[in-house]
């Protein structure tokens, strides 16, 4: 948890509380159904919660803003930035349902009022959205295929509206089609060793509207 309050230092108390409360929800589900990896449990705030946050470092949501987390697994990224944007509504989406149970359960425990699950595959949601968060599920072509045409109409002429995705490693092959990408690297925003590799892809698309 510390490492939380080492890169994001004007929490509230409700979202420490909240934060705090992540582990011993996750730790208890994970018993039950195992979603998240043995190793990733004992790093959980690492791993899943300052990784998850990494967008933030790259983008802030203006209140209001409606973000759609696809592929969400056991709920990463979008519980840690539903915690850190209390005013922006995350839809989660998976197409494995024990995945959502516990997604679900983690929502319930924590109180968290901003956040809607579905069990579906995203390419059958039909709604827009701001941004559309992910990470670790399709490479980049598969994935702007899915989410095309979901993104909705910017307010006040932000061109910034798109996809924001957590991945590692050299992108150049997979990215070479995407004039409008940028890459942030994560090693800029946190000292850890674990964010050496890790990156940020932003791709703004075009709006449906
Ligand atoms: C490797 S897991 C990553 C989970 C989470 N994003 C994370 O980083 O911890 C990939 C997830 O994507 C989901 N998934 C794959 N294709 C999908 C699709 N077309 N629509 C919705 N979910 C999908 C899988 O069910 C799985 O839970």
Request: hydrophobic share 40%; aromatic share 10%.
């Amino acid at each position: 948890m510390e490492l939380i309050l080492k890169y994001f230092t004007n929490l509230t108390e409700d979202q420490i509380s909240k934060f705090e409360k992540l582990e011993s929800l996750y730790q208890d589900w994970n018993l039950k159904i195992n979603v998240v990896s043995r190793k990733d449990i004992d790093e959980l705030y690492l791993r899943h919660v300052l990784h998850s946050l990494g967008i933030a470092k790259v983008m802030g949501f203006s209140d209001g803003s409606k973000i759609l987390d696809v592929g969400t697994g056991g709920g990463f990224p979008g519980i840690p930035l539903a915690i850190l944007f209390p005013q922006c509504s995350f839809h989660l989406v998976d197409s494995i349902a024990k995945k959502l149970k516990v997604v679900d359960e983690v929502v319930d425990g924590l109180g968290l009022t901003n956040v809607k699950t579905t069990h579906s595959r995203v390419e059958a949601i039909d709604d827009t959205y701001d941004f559309i968060v992910s990470r670790a599920v399709a490479i980049m072509p598969t994935f702007v295929h899915w989410v095309k045409g979901k993104i909705a109409k910017p307010q006040n002429n932000d061109l910034k509206n798109g996809i924001l995705y957590l991945k590692g490693g050299d992108l150049s092959e997979e990215l070479k089609d995407y004039k409008t990408t940028t890459i942030y690297n994560l090693s800029d925003c946190f000292d850890e060793p674990f964010f050496e590799t890790k990156k940020v892809v932003h791709l703004p698309l075009k709006y449906r509207g």
